[in-house]
């Protein structure tokens, strides 16, 4: 099922830390399923390794044999636990369906006006209040489209341009889009990437992002590191030197954030250092270690059961002393 490039012409075991317990004895917290996921796998499950062509659909469905491992899932064992990572996962029978806000809608729409997939369609109303703009917004979503206010439109428009001429620019020409991996860890296990931007010789990496929020520098870095983002690069980087290992260790990855609101400024390119791309990859493999053990053992731990002794952070310290030190002042030091 090899893929036809899409091109763009425009300028530890168990036990291992936030794990829980293990796979012998799980503790309360823990979901415990059937001795083997495979019965699970979907019919027409894809086993070989490479690029992919695939619908949207497909890929957040995940073909492979056994429940595969994302960037997304990575940063839900290490930011939270397996639990975590399982209950969000699209083969869970717990799982819980995603319901997309406003801002989602937009950032979706306009990844689909640049990369193509799923169809934007318009809702001809002032915002969601009502309960007939809300039918329309639900209908549409429901087809498998993404719905935007009439009066989006324009911006979302006015966001493609520069950020297509950015993308454009950064890939030196041509690129291929919504490229999906999959390949096997090293721990055997599946996994799997949409990536958004890679240069024809898979050398150079560029993840287009929107956000409502500020798009300078210093705020994409925290932006990074609140959201654990740095997994996401270790995960698509491996993708790349995993099925190209003529490519290792020249794979560059880079960020590319824009607002959604005017004037829809682009970031500057972020670029990883390579300490955030250590960290990165640490957690990749830490995460990936963990999930690969839960999918053979069918067991999803919580956090952990050990008690966990809550100290007093500094600003919490200085904020009683600066109070003890104003009521001395009110009180003319009079004990």
């Not at 997304?72 to 799982?95: C, D, E, Q, T, Y």
């Amino acid at each position: 099922m090899a893929r036809a490039p899409r091109t763009t012409k425009s300028p530890a075991d168990l036990s291992a830390p936030n794990a829980g317990g293990s796979p012998a004895t799980p503790p309360t917290e823990a979901v415990a399923l059937k001795p083997t996921l495979l019965s699970d796998v979907p019919s027409d499950a894809i086993a070989t390794q490479g690029w992919h062509r695939m619908e949207d659909e497909t890929y957040h469905a995940d073909p492979c044999l056994s429940p595969s491992l994302s960037s997304h899932g990575a940063m839900l064992v290490i930011g939270k636990s397996l639990l975590h990572a399982w209950r969000a996962h699209p083969r869970s029978p717990f799982g819980e369906d995603y319901v997309a806000s406003s801002a989602a809608d937009r950032g979706s729409a306009v990844h689909s006006v640049l990369f193509g997939g799923k169809p934007v369609e318009l809702v001809d109303a002032e915002d969601y209040r009502t309960s007939a703009a809300r039918t329309v917004r639900d209908a549409i979503r429901a087809k498998g489209g993404i719905p935007i206010l009439a009066k989006e439109m324009a911006a979302l428009n006015a966001m493609a341009e520069p950020a297509r001429e950015r993308l454009y620019a950064l890939h030196g020409g041509t690129f291929l889009c919504e490229e999906t991996a999959l390949w096997k860890g090293e721990t055997a296990g599946w996994r799997r990437a949409r990536i958004d931007t890679i240069s024809p010789n898979r050398a150079l990496i560029v993840d287009y992002k929107t956000t409502e929020g500020a798009v300078d520098a210093y705020a994409c870095e925290r932006r990074i590191a609140d959201m654990g983002l740095q997994i996401q690069a270790a995960a698509y980087v491996d993708a790349v030197e995993t099925l190209h290992p003529e490519l290792q260790g020249r794979v560059k990855f880079m960020f590319q954030w824009q607002e959604q609101k005017p004037p829809h400024a682009l970031s500057p390119p972020i670029e990883m250092s390579e300490a955030f791309l250590s960290l990165g990859r640490a957690q990749w493999r830490a995460a990936g270690k963990l999930w690969d053990q839960a999918i053979r053992y069918s067991c999803f731990p919580g956090h952990s059961t050990k008690p966990f002794l809550a100290s007093p952070p500094g600003w919490e310290l200085a904020r009683w002393e600066e109070r003890a030190l104003a009521e001395q002042l009110i009180s003319g030091g009079e004990q």
